[in-house]
């Protein structure tokens, strides 16, 4: 169990949304990094409002992933060749004022090699169709992670609405 | 208009910062970019709803007879 959980930065979006939340200039002085969202978009579900993007570094390219997922009637996997974070926000025909809680973890952030990360997802809804997804990401890149940039999946005028929030944790000696 | 949040993780000040004109063409060509992609996912399963339908008729079978061969 990590010995240290240190909250690095952490963010509030404010009134009018915003088209992406970005962590810059990441300390690489941690081991490994912690991204705790709690997000709502402005699409529907129809519209992929359930999932934002995130890229490292600026980049949203060489991502890939398998996903682990289940609705209110039913539980499936797939795999993707996008920087999706399925299930990471709640679309705009959930449940009013509620939000997804997700979890990513970003073991060896500053390491030279490719880096593997983890997404633990859940959206809110009160009703039948709630989702949640745990999701295996590769990044092959060796650059060390310095950004992180959500965004939400569609892009275009697309927000994350207001009083979504991401902590950024740093973690020692994991 | 369109912003962003910065987090500066170094000095942990955030600022709100409006969208680039290229900032912005890149995110409308992020988003024609998912609706051909949505379109063509919705015209694949109409196309595949359409197939099954025809082989249905083609075998004289209905769809509940047709899953409970497969089960």
């Known amino acids: 169990m990590a010995n240290t959980y240190t909250l690095i930065s952490s963010v509030t979006v404010g009134s009018g949304g915003t088209t992406s939340i970005a962590f810059s200039s990441i300390p ?18 129809a519209n992929d409002g359930q999932i934002p993007a995130i890229q490292f570094n600026g980049s949203s390219s060489n991502f890939s992933s398998r996903t682990l997922r289940g609705t209110g009637s039913a539980a499936s996997s797939f795999s993707a060749i996008t920087n999706i974070l399925t299930y990471g926000s ?58 992180i940039t959500l965004t939400p999946f569609i892009g ?8 979504s929030t991401a902590y950024l944790y740093g973690i020692s000696n994991a | ?37 949505k379109a063509a996912e919705e015209a694949q399963k109409a196309a595949d ?16 007879e047709a899953r409970l061969l497969l089960s």
Not at chain 1, 28 to 45: E, H, I, K
Not at chain 1, 101 to 130: H, R
Request: charged share 20%; glycine share 2%.
């Open chain 1, 28 to 45: 690489a002085t941690y081991t490994d990094l912690v991204l705790v969202l709690s997000l709502r978009q402005d699409q529907t579900a």
């Open chain 1, 90 to 147: 709640d679309p705009s025909d959930f449940t009013s004022n509620t939000f997804a809680n997700t979890q990513v973890y970003i073991p060896n952030y500053t390491s030279s090699n490719n880096k593997s990360f983890s997404l633990d997802g859940v959206t809110e809804n009160n009703a039948t169709n709630a989702q949640a997804a745990l999701q295996a990401n590769l990044w092959s890149q060796t650059a060390a992670i310095t950004s």
């Open chain 2, 1 to 37: 208009m369109a912003t962003k949040l910065i987090v500066d993780c170094s000095t942990g000040e955030t600022t709100e910062v409006e969208l680039t004109a290229e900032e912005v063409a890149e995110r409308e060509a992020m988003a024609e970019e998912y609706a051909t992609q």
């Open chain 2, 49 to 64: 709803a359409t197939a099954k339908s025809a082989l249905l008729k083609k075998l004289g079978i209905t769809q509940e």
């Open chain 1, 156 to 163: 275009g005028a697309a927000v994350f609405v207001q009083y």
